[in-house]
């Protein structure tokens, strides 16, 4: 089974996502996309990708929602409603499975998609669509599996857009006598096999994402979106730890002990408000020439 994430962490991080993403890269995929463009959007989860990247784009759009998990998609349908109630724009619904949020520069098509993404792009209509687009995707996919991704693309000279691949471990402060094991444990599992047919590309996802559609004629433009969460998002930083911890747990089990003390002390940290953490990645963006 690919990896999977909770809704509810999803929702945490939205904000730190949005904050961190390249706004720089989304303007250049909108100049680059037709007057009213199709999306699709890979393991889409809570649809806070779109929430984010929609109003960048500006126009009447259509989205395709796909991810394997059918509960986040019906998720992603309420969040999107109801964050269009706060703009102040109506929401509708022509089909049980089609929403429309009519903003004021136009409507936003919104579908879901329930697709085991291990076997994309093959079990995907890509043919229907003017770019593709995913956020935290990268860094769990194989190198075959992004390279059939850039073939697919190609074949229909679509832009293929990637936000937040984490490019190396979480540094927290205050300095821990433990954060070396912690380092080493979670960049040992950014490599495992996350269920799309090899080792994962990890922290080496935007030189293969850029090699891959280099080598097929594209433009390649990457830009750093590091996540700096300061101390006052104590549930942000808690989650974060206890994902690095046990991360580094599952990779280094002879130093769990070690680990288990970082965390409880990261964790009192956090609820005290005396922890902060910076969270390296890359966004990429891939337009064909």
């Known amino acids: 089974m690919a990896e999977q994430f909770s809704g509810d962490w999803l929702d945490l991080r939205e904000p730190h996502d949005a904050a961190a993403r390249s706004e720089m890269l989304a303007a250049r995929l909108s100049a680059a996309l037709p007057a009213r463009p199709r999306i699709?959007?890979?393991g889409a989860g809570?649809?806070?990708l779109l929430r984010w990247l929609a109003l960048y784009i500006g126009r009447p759009q259509a989205w395709t929602l796909v991810d394997a998990d059918g509960e986040?998609?019906?998720r992603a349908f309420d969040t999107i409603a109801d964050r269009a109630a706060l703009?102040?724009?109506k929401v509708t619904m022509p089909s049980r499975k089609t929403m429309l949020v009519h903003t004021q520069a136009g409507a936003w098509?919104?579908?879901g998609l329930v697709a085991d993404l291990r076997e994309a792009p093959r079990n995907l209509p890509l043919h229907n669509f003017d770019a593709v687009v995913n956020t935290a995707l990268c860094d769990l996919v194989s190198e075959p599996w992004l390279d059939r991704m850039a073939a697919a693309?190609?074949?229909r000279k679509i832009p293929f857009y990637a936000a937040l691949n984490v490019t190396?471990?979480?540094r927290f402060l205050p300095p821990h006598a433990g954060d070396s094991w912690v380092r080493r444990g979670f960049m040992r599992d950014q490599a495992r096999d996350k269920g799309f047919g090899g080792r994962a590309l990890g922290h080496a996802a935007p030189a293969a994402i850029a090699r891959a559609f280099t080598a097929r004629g594209y433009e390649v433009t990457r830009t750093a979106s590091d996540w700096r969460i300061p101390r006052r998002f104590g549930d942000m930083l808690a989650e974060l730890a206890t994902g690095c911890a046990d991360a580094a747990i599952s990779q280094e089990r002879r130093e769990s002990r070690r680990i288990e003390a970082w965390l409880d002390d990261r964790l009192d940290q956090a609820n005290a408000q005396r922890l902060s953490a910076t969270v390296p990645h890359q966004d990429v963006l891939a337009l064909p020439a």
């Open 46 to 48: 809570t649809g806070a």
């Open 72 to 74: 986040l998609i019906e």
């Open 87 to 89: 703009m102040g724009w």
């Open 109 to 111: 098509r919104v579908e």
């Open 153 to 155: 693309c190609a074949s």
């Open 168 to 170: 190396g471990p979480a």
């Open 40 to 42: 699709m959007d890979l």
